[in-house]
């Protein structure tokens, strides 16, 4: 129930009560409520509860913290490497 | 997929966890408060990988699992009631009650039906404006804005053939029910990442410093799992007690707003019981006064439920830390995932679940 799985927002309905969504999850797609996520735009990627959208991803944070990670491991492999 | 296949990347994962047996210089206990982080934990194997000085044990982070038994019991009076629709996440089908599960109610002729989304069970009360439809609303604070959600769509659409059975707990007061334990043995914590994604994690903070533990938010995907592990070591190892945020691509400080503000429109904070655990003071949430109209527990009499839980479960004991699965006398044998005792053995988010599913502690 916690899983919430990325996916990336293909197309928004404005036309009914709440704002909707159909969300790409690497070839399944579903429906999503946008109301948590009001700035949501096509083409974004977000995190998906139960149906509703509770946060879009940082495609800067995400970069920072692989580089971040990367970095540690490079680093690692050049000191066992000596 | 993206933001998914780099997170699963096994040469960075593996370089990680050898950073962890780099950093680590004695033993540490750490807790993943999440269900669904123990499941990814084991399914991947890291608690093999990880350093011996390591050891992980399993939080209450399962929502099928902390429901109360009172409350389960409820859903299944209700839901064999004539008239009724009733209306659930998947996992709580084979969920043990006193005496049945959803699925029997269900053989028995019961209209029980399994929805993704809250909205769902909003659309089947104005397709079936006779029947009366109940949806069962558990969670933590992930599901919480979905839930709300549904009650406010029926309000302004005038639907008003539809209630929730409210189950909802909260991360924050179950932290202290375990630290506050003379037998805690947990010295970090893995924080629900998604949780932190609603809420935002300010709340966290104090609790970590009270307690003098470090705390990482940490996702769900094995190099965010590692990395969030990291950041507790390394805290550890400095003598630290901060709250590092390890999942900023989903996570900020004040977390989302207009969902915690809807959440705050339909939910008032409120004692809950918790499975296995007992009462927690201000942890969980029921309706607000001014939708009793769309509160099952007034609109159903179930207000006064005996109730009858396996003696043989130690549940309670693993959703806290203080066992693991295979602890348990009848992990395996009397209680199987086909012929569950407790409800941590039938949840993809249970830790018994994970450790037979995966073959952990099974002769």
């Keep these: 129930m916690c899983l919430g799985v990325p996916g990336r927002i293909i197309e928004i309905d404005d036309s009914g009560d709440l704002r909707m969504a159909k969300v790409d999850f690497g070839g399944i797609v579903r429906e999503a409520c946008l109301e948590y996520v009001p700035e949501a735009k096509l083409g974004d990627y977000t995190v998906i509860h139960v149906g509703f959208a509770i946060s879009l991803l940082s495609e800067e944070e995400a970069q920072e913290s692989l580089a971040m990670l990367r970095e540690i491991v490079d680093l690692e492999a050049e000191l066992g490497s000596e | 997929m993206k933001y998914v296949a780099e997170y699963r990347n096994a040469d960075l994962v593996r370089g990680v966890i050898d950073e962890i047996a780099r950093t680590v210089t004695r033993n540490w206990v750490l807790m993943e408060i999440c269900g669904g982080q123990t499941h990814a934990i084991v399914r991947h194997g890291i608690d093999q990988l990880l350093p011996p000085e390591i050891e992980l044990v399993h939080g209450p982070g399962c929502p099928v699992c902390v429901t109360p038994l009172e409350q389960i019991d409820r859903a299944l009076a209700i839901a064999a009631t004539p008239d009724v629709i009733f209306c659930s996440y998947g996992d709580m089908l084979r969920v043990p009650g006193s005496s049945d599960d959803l699925f029997s109610i269900r053989a028995a002729g019961g209209d029980v039906r399994v929805i993704y989304s ?29 839930n709300v959600m549904s009650v406010v769509q029926a309000k302004m659409l005038g639907v008003t053939n539809y209630s929730i059975l409210v189950s909802h707990v909260r991360v924050p007061p179950a932290l202290h029910v375990i630290l506050g334990s003379p037998h805690n043995r947990v010295q970090g914590f893995l924080l629900a990442g998604h949780v932190c994604a609603v809420m935002g994690y300010w709340e966290y903070a104090p609790i970590a410093t009270q307690y003098g533990v470090p705390m990482a938010i940490t996702g769900f995907e094995p190099l965010d799992i590692v990395q969030g592990i990291l950041e507790n070591v390394k805290q550890l190892e400095a003598g630290k007690t901060d709250v590092v945020n390890a999942y900023p691509r989903a996570v900020t400080f004040d977390g989302n707003k207009p969902a915690q503000k809807m959440i705050d429109t339909v939910f008032i904070e409120c004692d809950r019981k918790w499975r296995g655990i007992g009462e927690i003071p201000m942890s969980g949430w029921e309706l607000r006064s001014e939708f009793d109209a769309f509160n099952a527990e007034k609109r159903f009499d179930v207000r006064a439920i005996t109730t009858d839980e396996s003696p043989l479960c130690i549940a309670g004991e693993i959703l806290q830390g203080l066992k693991k699965p295979h602890d348990c006398a009848a992990f395996g044998k009397e209680c199987t995932p086909e012929s569950p005792l407790g409800a941590t053995m039938v949840s993809n988010e249970g830790a018994c679940a994970a450790y037979y599913k995966y073959g952990r502690g099974l002769e």
């Design chain 2, 118 to 146: 809250p909205l769902d069970a909003v659309k089947i009360a104005q397709e079936n404006p006779d029947k009366k439809v109940v949806f069962f609303a558990i969670g933590f604070e992930t599901t919480a804005p979905a």
